[in-house]
């Protein structure tokens, strides 16, 4: 992926050798994808540079580019929040998601290889195992690696950096949520999805990918209050 597409795949991954602004600003946007910043909590530019042991400079700018991707808004007076996520932002979040998750599922199916399906399998075990161990961080982060080796394989940059921006948006309400209901309520169409890719049913990795989504969509929405804060 490039651009905003980049992959997130943990705390320890793929920085070495990276300008400090562009390890500050994956820093900043996996804390914000994973919901380890709350939605509507307001927190100080300099809170940011001591959270991320960063100089100024650098968080300003990851501050610049997260704002431009809607993941963060400027509250004035050197503060910024993660935007809360209302009925309507859900609603249109979720109208994007069902054409891009069975778009990208699709393609992913037609370009996998045996070992991409074996990675995306231990993928799934490892998620399987953080639900079964209720680890809603891990839950969190290898669901979203799951996803995002999928849009990885589809091999359409432009689209997957569309999928990646909704992660931003939705992302750190899914944390709130899945806090309140525990893992092990967290089904998801993984094993359907990669039987599909298996057999190479393109039109049904589609279908699941879609499916999958609106499960994980609707749990939100079914939390949510009018103010977007969880009931």
């Avoid at 992660?167 to 949520?177: D, H, I, M, N, Q």
């Avoid at 209901?181 to 599909?196: F, I, M, S, W, Y």
Wanted: proline share 5%; charged share 25%.
């Amino acid at each position: 992926m490039d651009g905003n597409a980049q992959k997130t795949t943990g705390k320890d991954s793929g920085t070495a050798g990276l300008p400090a602004h562009e390890m500050i600003y994956r820093k900043l946007r996996e804390q914000i994808l994973f919901g380890e910043i709350a939605p509507g909590q307001p927190v100080t530019i300099q809170g940011l540079t001591e959270r991320l042991n960063a100089g100024m400079t650098p968080v300003r700018e990851a501050i610049r580019r997260l704002t431009s991707e809607g993941a963060l808004e400027f509250q004035g007076n050197r503060r910024v929040i993660v935007p809360l996520l209302t009925a309507d932002n859900l609603a249109e979040i979720t109208f994007a998601r069902q054409w891009l998750e069975a778009e990208l599922g699709q393609r992913a199916t037609i370009r996998a290889t045996p070992a991409d399906l074996a990675d995306l399998t231990q993928l799934d075990q490892v998620l399987d195992h953080a639900i079964s161990q209720g680890d809603l961080p891990a839950y969190l982060e290898f669901n979203y690696r799951f996803h995002a080796r999928i849009y990885d394989l589809a091999e359409a940059p432009i689209l997957a950096a569309m999928a990646e921006g909704l992660w931003l948006r939705f992302g750190p309400s899914l944390r709130v949520v899945c806090g309140r209901v525990g893992t092990q309520n967290l089904p998801d169409r993984h094993k359907e999805l990669l039987a599909c890719m298996k057999k190479g049913d393109a039109e049904g990795a589609a279908h699941a990918c879609r499916e999958d989504m609106l499960q994980g969509m609707e749990q939100v929405r079914d939390m949510l209050a009018p103010n977007g804060r969880p009931d």
